[in-house]
């Protein structure tokens, strides 16, 4: 005997579920146990859904636009840091977020899967990679959205919001470097390191500088890198492999054009009308005047500077880190 139900949970998700017993001596309690199975396996489905990530492509005359989709709800585009950097490390942040928004992650132009013809001065700027995070917002069809920039992509998610004031219904600016090329001067990320680690970290940045490409150089020169960005050093390995992921021509040709237009987005965020969440670590490679000068730039911002964190909150003080983002996304909901 078999049992065959169609579940249909919408338009665009449908599906049949085929139930086999023994052909004699169907019992009750067998039926039960089917209506129990099939209600186990449309929750099942149903959770899976709500979880699930969309990857889509964008094209466009110059690039494709790679991006993917978490969970439901608010609009909340996720900037990773960089430059040069894919998306790929922020996957567990965009997982978090999306069970209770829509979380948004993309690779920046010439990084992962957002290819290029052609990568130079020309085809990599801040503009146009403002233009790429517009070409997202339209091909999603959003009025509004919510942006967290972390790091260097707090910098991008800035210059955004100075250039589309009126597209931004909140901002967060997570360890981000600024609004200006005011850290440049200050950062020392060697200075949070030991003796032993800056030693190492010049040995394989010089192996490196020599032609010796390989994988292996370029984990142990974020091994030896990676303990400045985190407080918890049982997250080093975490960080060091998320550092081999660099796009260095990429990140080359961002920084030459932030110096080419003496980056500095603070005039036109005084059209940001939205609330602003600045949060880093105490313990960060970024300093606290890059913070309190991005959060004077702004109409409505809060600083929130958490203990015993370094450049990642949510590895270091998740507990905290998505406190204080939840209670923000909550009032900006609202």
């Not at 169907?26 to 099942?44: E, P």
């Not at 290819?115 to 700027?125: A, D, V």
């Not at 990320?189 to 192996?207: C, M, Q």
Request: proline share 2%.
């Amino acid at each position: 005997m078999y049992g065959k139900i169609n579940v249909s949970l919408s338009k665009r998700y449908n599906f049949e579920v085929l139930l086999i017993f023994p052909k004699n001596n169907v019992t009750k309690q067998d039926n039960k146990n089917m209506k129990q199975i099939i209600i186990y396996l449309t929750c099942l489905i149903n959770c899976s859904l709500l979880s699930s990530q969309i990857e889509q492509n964008i094209i466009s005359e110059d690039n494709i636009i790679h991006y993917t989709t978490y969970g439901k709800g608010e609009p909340i585009l996720i900037i990773n840091g960089g430059p040069g950097m894919n998306s790929e490390g922020f996957k567990h942040l965009a997982k978090i977020i999306g069970k209770t928004n829509k979380a948004i992650i993309y690779d920046q132009r010439g990084t992962g899967q957002s290819k290029m013809s052609e990568i130079n001065t020309s085809t990599i700027t801040m503009d146009l990679m403002v233009e790429d995070i517009e070409a997202i917002r339209n091909h999603l069809k959003l009025d509004k959205w919510i942006i967290l920039g972390h790091s260097f992509g707090g910098m991008l998610g800035s210059h955004y919001a100075s250039k589309h004031p009126k597209r931004i219904k909140g901002l967060i600016l997570s360890a981000s470097g600024g609004i200006d090329m005011g850290i440049f001067s200050r950062i020392n990320i060697e200075a949070r390191l030991t003796k032993t680690e800056r030693d190492s970290l010049n040995y394989w940045n010089d192996k490196i500088s020599n032609g010796n490409t390989t994988l292996h150089a370029k984990l142990q020169r974020g091994k030896f890198l990676a303990p400045a960005y985190v407080y918890d050093k049982s997250f080093t390995p975490i960080i060091s492999k998320r550092l081999t992921q660099l796009n260095s021509a990429v990140s080359q040709l961002v920084f030459q054009n932030m110096r080419a237009i003496n980056f500095d987005c603070s005039k036109g965020l005084k059209d940001v009308k939205a609330p602003v969440l600045i949060i880093q670590g105490k313990e960060d490679i970024v300093d606290k005047i890059t913070a309190e000068t991005s959060a004077n730039a702004f109409q409505n911002s809060k600083l929130v500077i958490l203990e015993k964190c370094g450049h990642y909150g949510w590895l270091d003080q998740p507990k905290a880190y998505f406190e204080n983002i939840n209670t923000y996304l909550g009032k900006v909901k609202n």
